[in-house]
Each structure stands twice: as C-alpha cells, then as structure tokens.
C-alpha cells in the first residue's frame, strides 16, 4: 500500500539522517524498526488508526503513533523535517550509491566537505580526491562504477531474472575440481520479489581459488571483474548486476550460509539468543569462548540457540524465531503454550519439523491461456505440457470479453471454445481437464459474464485488469463483491500489480481477505514473477485467516509453467503449507468445495 509505503519511507529516511548526525546509535535503530514494522503491515495504516488498532501493534509505541497521526493529518512529519533540514539533500542522496552508506556519507560530507552527487561523481573522475582513511583508489574505484551503474540501470533486479542467472553460476561451480557445495544466499534465497545484488557461497579450501575465479570469469555471463582474492570474487554481469562469491572451508559452511541468507533483522536476533547463552555467533561458525560450538551446518547453529531450522523465505524476523523456539519444544516433547499474538492462528498446531511447501505439492495448474485469447500455444499443446509435468488437473481459463486487447471471448466464441476444450480433454488420460474463463472483474465489481454463463464453466478466475487506480474504498467494494460471487473459484492477482512497474489496486486487504474466508473463494498467488500477485505480507493474512491459497502461473505458453517457483517462494515467504494451498488438494476435494459453495451449503 503507497500510504504505508511513503510512511515507511520517512522512518527510514530519519534514521540515516539521524547516524548521519551521528545521534544515539539505539534511537536509530528504533526508527528503522518502526519502518521495518510499518512496511509489513498487510493493511493501510490509516484504517488501523480509525479502528483504534495502532496502538496495539507490537514495536509502535505512544511518540511513533502521535507521529503516525501528523503523517495521516497532514502529509509530513515535521520532527523528521526538521532533522532533515540538518543535512544536505545531496548527502542523502548519496546513500542510494551501492557501497557508500551512512558512515561513508558521512565522511565525505565532515572531512572532504562533498555535499552532493555530482561533486562526488568530479572528484572521482578528475581524481582530485582529498586524503581520508579508508577512502583508497579500490574504493573509489568502487564508488565510480556504482554511480556509473545506477545511471544505468535501476537498483533492484526482479527475481525472474536473477533467479536463473544465480543458478546459472551456481552450476557452473559445481563442477569445479575440490568444490563440495554452492548455493545463492541473501534476499535471492529468501525468494524476494527483486534483489539489489547477488551472494553466493562455495565450499571449498582457498587453494581452490584460481580455479574458482577461472570459472567464473570465463562464464558467458561475466563482463568486469570487481575483484578476485582466495575468499572473494566480484564481477559485474553483462546486466550491470554485482555478484559476490565467497569461498568457505566445510566448517564454516553453515554458518556462513545462515549469515549471508538471513535478513538483517533476524541476524541480529540471533546473535542476541546467543549473548544471552554466553556464546558468539558471526559468519564462521558459533563459538563459546575460543570453542568451536557449531558452524558446519545450519541446523546445528539453529539447535545450539533452541531453535528449530526453518525455511530461508521466513527469515525476515517477522514472528519467525517464536515459532523456531515453539517448534524446537515441540521436538523435545515440552509443553508450549502460544502466547505471541502472531502464532495464534495456529492453536496447538505448531509442528516439531516445518512442512516445507515443494513444488512437487502442486497438482495442477488453475489459470492459463491458448490461442483463443492472448495465448500462444494451443488447447492441446498446452494440455500436453500440463500432463508431461505429471499434474493431475488443468485449468484453461482464457480472457473474457471485455479485454478486447486480449482478444477476449464474446459468449458465442467461449461456448465454442468450452467444446474444444472439452473434446481435447476426452482424449486425455488421467488428468482431469478444465473449461473456463478468467473473467474480468469490472470496476463496480460486477462480473464481464453474467450468472447463467458462468454456471456453465467448470473453472473460473475473476481478476481486475483495467481501473486499476481507484481510491481504496472503491477497490475494496469491488473486489468484496467479486468476491462474494459464489460462482467464483479464484480472484486472480487481486491488485493487479505490476513489480516495480505498476502499484494497481490498494484496497483494505483485511476486508477483501475476510470477504474469500465467508464465501469460500481462494486468492491467488500469480507466479508470473512480473506480478507475484498476492504479495507476501498479503498472502500472510489469507493464511492467517483461514482463506486457501492458489498458486497459479497464469501460463501464456508451454514454458511459462516453469515460473510456478517463484509463486511458491512467495508461498513460503506467507508462511504457506501445502494444507493453505488449494492446489495441492486432490481435485475431488476442490470439487466439493466448489459445489457447496455453488448449492448454498458452504460453512467457512
């Protein structure tokens, strides 16, 4: 939601005014935390005002709501103004440089007096650099091809694409002479919707170094290299992305890829277990004294803070390490009780060992397109790639009508197109085939199909696609009364999003969520990686709440089934098990869900 987004944005924007001022190291901290709280919040903050609720979420308290109340009131907060006013807007400006942060700015401005991006960029180029320690010719180097970069490119690579190129690297290491494992660490493992940069982890002794680099350099992807030492190797790809390989020996492999995968805020709850457990917990393992207590696995790291290990997509300290300690009683056949109001929802349910959702979980594929509309493979082409992926179901679901673009379907051409659908399904073995419709849900919420259409369907996915701009209250009526369609089986990318594109709809999402846990209807997650659509903080709250997800990828051709992973990272960032997901269901029970929905008798 933009209103949680700018609010998040002025928290955050306070804090690296405030180190940048040098003030309590404690009070920036909190500041950034309230951000990190506010920016997850799965509902707009200014609803949470008027029902008295912001003062009951844990980490706000008194002075950040009276803050909270000025931004809501007027636009600004004018204590964060006035520390602003403090500092130069280009020094700020600076932060957004890939290796200068606050303490960097912050000698450029006191020592070197450099106040704004474009005198940085003259020295560096004139190379009339004032002296300072820690501020070599690496590290200028450094700062140059980062500003030459963000004058390239944006700052943050979506993980369609970064996923496959950290893949890419990761397989090309694997095969390397005296490398034992290789995974792809930080926000990429946590499946982020787009990532800053890329981390990967070798195992391997430093002899393995030359050898190492050799591959790296000669991938096809490679175009500079930043850096090459016995534990680390930096390169800048065709793309303009940094990747970061750190070599570690076996006994430091846990504990490193622990330290390079969680979220800063996890990290740091982590090491704060291990203070109070008298230990030492850093990037080469977890340490009592000068003894080595555990590092050569994540587990063993985990178990040594009485934590149980859980996915990498959980670890952004958002009631995460509760349930781990929760968990790891459970392991040990302690009695829990569930006292953190985030784990609630899940009663006395909380498993010793967390069910990783998988996509071999997934059983079909609920939301795709042919020829018929915008497709580009045909109903028996992509029936045939649903059945070499071993699905036990497939759902055709072409574009309604008033997606003109599209070639959406008059009512005679679906009729038509629903017979072909269903004589191609005939000549198919084991694989329930579906006929139906992504119909558009238009602005007043109202259906592109009227009722008796769509009581002939077997499948239908109602999604926004066009007035995607409307104020709140409008999108929230409209996606409720969608919703409430008994005909309905799914609302597909309920915002209608597009990733770093487009912010679409921004409705009360606790309302449209409660709406799908009365009538029964499922919320997609759209795998597309373009629109990963329920984002994760709102796919969170549908678990929560009970209302099942459906992980589809709006498939336009045989290869875009492949992009269902990134609709389970999302999954797995929600907290999602296959329970959650209602494709992981056999289809005879998704059908009598969907009949009692149909007939009236449905109790959610």
């Not at 980062?146 to 694409?161: C, L, Q, Y």
């Not at 393992?285 to 000068?290: D, T």
């Not at 659908?421 to 085939?433: D, F, L, Y």
């Not at 996915?461 to 995607?468: E, F, K, R």
């Amino acid at each position: 939601m933009s209103r949680n987004q700018d609010l998040a944005g002025l928290f955050n924007r306070a804090a690296d005014v405030m180190a940048l001022l040098e003030e309590n190291s404690f009070r920036v901290l909190g500041t950034r935390k309230v951000a990190r709280i506010i920016e997850d919040l799965p509902e707009d903050v200014k609803l949470l005002d008027a029902q008295g609720r912001l003062e009951h979420i844990s980490g706000i308290g008194k002075s950040t709501v009276e803050k909270i109340h000025e931004f809501l009131r007027t636009g600004h907060i004018s204590e964060f103004e006035e520390l602003t006013g403090r500092v130069p807007a280009g020094v700020l400006e600076m932060l957004a440089i890939s290796t200068v942060g606050v303490k960097t700015a912050h000698q450029l401005w006191k020592e070197a007096g450099i106040t704004t991006v474009a005198d940085l960029k003259k020295h560096l180029v004139e190379g009339t650099m004032p002296k300072m320690k820690g501020f070599g010719e690496k590290k200028q180097l450094k700062i140059r091809q980062n500003m030459e970069f963000m004058e390239e490119a944006g700052k943050r690579i979506g993980i369609g694409w970064a996923l496959p190129l950290a893949e890419s690297y990761c397989g090309t290491l694997a095969k390397v002479t005296g490398v034992s494992q290789v995974q792809y660490c930080g926000s990429l493992r946590r499946g982020k919707e787009s990532v800053g940069d890329i981390d990967i982890l070798v195992c391997a002794e430093s002899s393995t170094a030359p050898a190492i680099t050799q591959a790296v350099l000669a991938h096809e992807q490679t175009q500079q290299t930043l850096g090459a030492g016995d534990t680390k190797i930096s390169i800048r790809t065709k793309a303009g992305l940094q990747i970061d390989f750190r070599i570690v020996a076996q006994q430091h492999w846990g504990a490193a890829l622990q330290y390079f995968t969680g979220s800063k805020e996890h990290n740091v709850r982590l090491r704060e277990l291990a203070v109070k457990r008298g230990l030492k917990l850093n990037e080469w393992g977890l340490f009592k004294g000068e003894e080595s207590v555990a590092g050569e696995n994540e587990q063993g790291i985990y178990a040594a803070l009485e934590l149980a290990w859980l996915p990498p997509e959980m670890r952004e300290d958002r009631g995460e390490i509760e349930l781990a300690q929760l968990m790891y009683k459970r392991s040990r056949g302690e009695h829990i009780e569930v006292k953190d109001q985030r784990l609630e929802y899940l009663g006395q349910k909380i498993p010793a060992v967390w069910p990783v959702l998988e996509i071999a979980d997934i059983r079909g594929d609920m939301h795709s397109h042919t020829t018929a509309s915008d497709g580009h493979c045909s109903i028996d082409d992509m029936i045939a790639e649903a059945k070499r992926r071993g699905y036990e179901y497939f759902a055709i679901t072409d574009h309604s009508k008033s997606q003109v673009q599209a070639n959406g379907l008059r009512v005679d051409r679906l009729v038509e197109h629903c017979k072909a659908i269903r004589a191609a399904a005939a000549k198919v073995k084991g694989m329930t085939v579906l006929a139906g419709s992504e119909v558009d849900i238009l602005a007043d919420g109202s259906l592109d199909y009227p009722d008796e259409v769509l009581q002939k369907l077997d499948w239908v996915v109602a999604s926004p696609h066009a007035a995607l701009s409307q104020e709140s209250d409008a999108a929230t009526a409209r996606l409720v009364r969608a919703a409430a369609n008994p005909l309905v089986d799914v609302i597909g990318h309920p915002t209608g999003r597009l990733v770093g594109g487009r912010r679409g709809l921004e409705p009360d999402m606790k309302a449209v969520v409660m709406a799908a846990a009365r009538s029964g209807v499922a919320l997609e997650i759209n795998s597309h990686d373009l629109r990963l659509d329920l984002r994760d903080i709102h796919a969170r709250l549908a678990v929560e709440m009970g209302v099942p997800l459906c992980i589809n990828t709006d498939a336009h051709q045989r290869e875009d089934m492949d992009k269902i992973i990134y609709g389970i990272l999302t999954a797995r960032r929600a907290w999602a098990t296959a329970e959650n997901v209602i494709n992981t269901w056999s289809w005879e029970k998704i059908r009598q869900r969907r009949e009692s929905r149909r007939n009236g008798s449905f109790e959610g």
